[in-house]
């Protein structure tokens, strides 16, 4: 059995990543404005509760870096 939780997609040079874990959504873009949008269309099918900046994910924390850190 395949359990697919990890959604890539690449549009005009920019990326979208979704990783599924149970009841949780982790959204990568970047574009804000797209992560916005994104959230208001699963919204319109799911009640999503926005956490906002991920700390941390299963027992990991997770830091924001500049590029090329």
Known sequence: MNDHSLFINFSEGSFTKVLVYMDHIILAKNDKEEIDRVKEALNKTFKIKDLRN????????????RKGQ
């Not at 991920?54 to 870096?65: A, G, I, M, Q, S």
């Open 54 to 65: 991920l700390r941390y994910f299963l027992d990991l924390e997770v830091t924001k870096v």
